[in-house]
C-alpha cells in the first residue's frame, strides 16, 4: 500500500520560514517524480515544486522561484519543501505527491498517481 504522509505545516508570520516534510511507503522511490501541490480556498490545486527522478533536476512554480526549494533523500524515502520568505498568498494546504509521467507533465496534477493527505500552512500577521 502506497503511503505519503506530509508533516511541518503551520501558523507563522510573513517573512518566516517553515520546512515541510513527506515520508513515503509502498513504492520504488528513486523511480518517482516528486512534487509539492498546494490548494488554497476557492482555488484549484496548484503546482509549487518537482523533483525529477532520481533527484537530477528540480522544477518550480514562477510564484515561489528563489523562496523555496525542494529536495528529496531516495534512501530515507524522503521529500522536502524548504519555504522561505513566506508571503500571505502561500497560505494553502500543501500536499506531496508521486508520478511517472512524462517529464513534459511534470507541473500538472492529474499525472500524480500517489497523494498525501495534505498539510495546512498558515501566513498571517
Known amino acids: 500500500q502506497v503511503q505519503l504522509v506530509e508533516s511541518g505545516g503551520g501558523s507563522v508570520q510573513p517573512g518566516d520560514s517553515l520546512r515541510l516534510s513527506c515520508e513515503v511507503s509502498?513504492?520504488?522511490?528513486?523511480?518517482?517524480?516528486m512534487a509539492w501541490f498546494r490548494e488554497a480556498p476557492g482555488k484549484d490545486r496548484e503546482f509549487v515544486a518537482a523533483?525529477?527522478?532520481?533527484?537530477?533536476?528540480?522544477y518550480y512554480a514562477d510564484s515561489v522561484k528563489g523562496r523555496f526549494f525542494i529536495s528529496r533523500d531516495n534512501a530515507k524515502r524522503m521529500v522536502y519543501l524548504q519555504m522561505n520568505n513566506l508571503k500571505s498568498d502561500d497560505t494553502a494546504v500543501y500536499y506531496c505527491?508521486?508520478?511517472?509521467?512524462?517529464?513534459?507533465?511534470?507541473?500538472?496534477?492529474?499525472?500524480?498517481?500517489?497523494w498525501g493527505q495534505g498539510t495546512q500552512v498558515t501566513v498571517s500577521s
Open positions: 509502498g513504492l520504488t522511490f528513486s523511480n518517482y517524480h
Open positions: 523533483s525529477k527522478r532520481p533527484g537530477s533536476h528540480e
Open positions: 505527491a508521486s508520478s511517472t509521467a512524462v517529464l513534459s507533465a511534470i507541473r500538472q496534477p492529474e499525472m500524480y498517481r500517489h
